[in-house]
């Protein structure tokens, strides 16, 4: 048992204790699975207690399968060339979660048989919310859908081991093109040309593969959507992701929002340092230069001091945090540097049944990682706060919710930077460069989302077809400030490097939404921290049991996305950024 202390109290960690699997029980194949489901079917229910029987009884089955299938990814993930580890998750996603689907849809239909005693717990919003997702899936499951949906989880399982094994050889040395991004801030122009073009040749290589993996990818969404009822996957997947307090019309209207009042904070941006490079205008591999010729900011040398340096700055933070992310440290639950055969990106991975998450990233010493950790450890943070929810269903977040706990993390942290820089010129940079890049990627998140929004809206696409979409949607958000002549093709495909598109279709527009609350709750963090901090925490321990706009007022902002909302943002965003010059 794991003890935290949170406002004066203390929190248990600890792993769920088993009332209805047995103690040891684990899995090598179906059928010892198949009794386990059976049987849970088979309880008898008679009255409310026996419902709440069933449904701590569900929770924990729930929590156990997630958290199995949660380990044979990180360790898939962590070394994409050990065939073991890939066959493990390659078994549990084509021999397992087929036949779990229909089993998962008999229990949701025993559950919502019970409409008595769901609308007496319906009277808590949790149970609400959950029911509610649970009607969703049961009117969304279709027999037929179940081998499309092994299909399309193996195939994303490729865009992995695809990006895993790019690497370039430079200066007598394999990088991975995490590493290798690095030479990208390098103040030679020469070596940044030639790292950059290394990385777009060898994204090159696996340019038609994955245009092929994407053309089936979209062929076999299609179809899902089209046998559960629906015209298009975006309709399906709209009500697949329990999107139910915003609509198409409100992503439609972020995209405008973020088009009219942050591509001409970046535009401004980008123009100055093209004027401090001494150009008219950046090339490619300019835009991660210090266009003042200074070294690129390096935080931390490796992971462990990444690791120790961030319990530091938690522990200034508040002292809450600092336990949270050396428990992760005590556990192993942390793997981040980077290193060839490891997939790309970093995630928090919650183990539900455990209760401890586990964080993955591709650390190579930037400024960029430094953020990654304080994201990821807003995720981990928010995964314990919420551990001791009663149903698995409560801490199933929505990532719009889930997305603030990290996102606010990245900002209010930035206070305690001064740990890993002691240079106070540094400092700045490194918040500079922070403000900078939510500028920047507010627009690359409105684009992404956009161009999913056609990919689904045109499912008998070309690959050409794509392509022309893809450069005119960048279009609209490109601040017209990088030459991009005789690289215009290295563009036109960049939208490959985005793992969402094909592993998690639209998900991404999240962290627009959370950024602008990252955004609020930060100004209130600058007038008022401990009240922030607490709102904060009080939000994130709710997990989702309340409405997202109820969950982002208790944090202390709005759950809005309108032109006027991202237009006051921008402005205070703006004035923060202007300090820093």
């Known amino acids: 048992m794991l003890i935290l202390s949170y406002n004066m109290n203390f929190m248990l960690i600890e792993k769920k204790q088993r009332k209805f699997l047995p103690k040891e029980f684990n899995f090598t194949s179906w059928n010892e699975l198949e009794v386990i489901y059976q049987k849970l079917l088979d309880l008898s229910i008679q009255t409310l207690d026996d419902f709440k029987t069933f449904l701590l009884y569900k929770s924990e089955l729930d929590a156990f399968i997630e958290e199995n299938a949660a380990w044979r ?177 409100d992503c439609l209207d972020f995209h405008l929002s973020i088009q009219k009042h942050i591509v001409p904070l970046s535009r401004e941006i980008q123009q100055k340092q093209a004027n401090k490079l001494g150009k008219k205008l950046l090339k490619p591999w300019d835009t991660e230069v210090d266009p003042i010729n200074e070294h690129p900011l390096k935080p931390f040398t490796d992971g462990k001091e990444l690791f120790e340096k961030t319990k530091l700055l938690f522990g200034e933070m508040d002292t809450f945090f600092e336990e949270c992310v050396a428990l992760l440290g005590d556990l192993n639950h942390i793997d981040l540097e980077s290193k060839k055969g490891k997939a790309p990106g970093g995630y928090n991975y919650p183990l539900y049944e455990s209760g401890v998450p586990f964080i993955f990233m591709n650390a190579v010493g930037s400024q960029r990682d430094l953020t990654t950790m304080v994201h990821e450890s807003g995720h981990a943070i928010h995964s314990i706060l919420s551990h001791s929810l009663h149903l698995t269903g409560f801490k199933n977040l929505p990532s719009e919710i889930a997305e603030v706990a990290s996102m606010s993390m990245e900002l209010m942290s ?20 922070q403000l900078e890049s939510i500028i920047s990627v507010l627009p690359w998140i409105a684009c992404v989302d956009e161009f999913q929004h056609w990919i689904y809206l045109h499912p008998k696409q070309t690959n050409e077809d794509r392509k022309n979409a893809w450069t005119e949607i960048q279009l609209k958000f490109s601040t017209g400030s990088v030459d991009w002549t005789e690289y215009e093709d290295i563009k036109s495909f960049a939208w490959q490097k985005q793992l969402h598109i094909f592993e998690v279709p639209f998900y991404y527009i999240e962290y627009g939404f959370a950024q602008l609350a990252a955004l609020s709750i930060w100004k209130n963090f600058k007038e008022n921290k401990e009240k922030t901090l607490q709102q904060y925490k009080d939000c994130l321990s709710l997990g989702y049991t309340k409405s997202l706009p109820e969950l982002y007022q208790i944090a202390g902002v709005f759950f809005d996305f309108s032109e006027n909302y991202v237009k006051e943002l921008s402005q205070f965003l703006w004035k923060e950024l202007k300090k820093l010059d």
């Open 414 to 433: 930035m206070d305690y930077w001064h740990v890993f820089y002691t240079n106070e010129k540094d400092l700045n940079r490194a918040k500079k460069e």
């Open 73 to 249: 990814y990180i360790k898939m993930t962590i070394d994409t060339q050990n065939k073991e580890f890939s066959d493990a998750y390659t078994f549990f996603i084509t021999e397992i979660q087929p036949k779990l689907s229909p089993f998962e849809d008999l229990l949701n239909k025993k559950l919502l048989t019970f409409q008595s005693f769901i609308e007496e717990l319906s009277n808590d919003k949790g149970y609400s919310i959950y029911f509610r997702l649970c009607k969703i899936a049961v009117d969304l499951f279709r027999e037929e859908n179940i081998p499309i949906e092994a299909e399309i989880n193996q195939l994303t399982q490729q865009y992995g081991a695809i990006n895993g094994a790019q690497s370039i050889h430079y200066q007598g040395k394999d990088w991975t093109l995490q590493q290798a991004s690095l030479f990208l801030k390098d103040k030679k122009e020469e070596l940044r040309k030639e790292v950059f073009e290394l990385i777009s040749e060898r994204r090159k290589k696996d340019r038609v593969a994955l245009d092929d993996l994407m053309n089936q990818l979209i062929e076999k969404r299609h179809v899902l959507a089209l046998n559960a009822g629906f015209e298009n996957f975006r309709e399906y997947k709209f009500v697949a992701m329990g999107r139910f307090d915003y609509s198409v019309k």
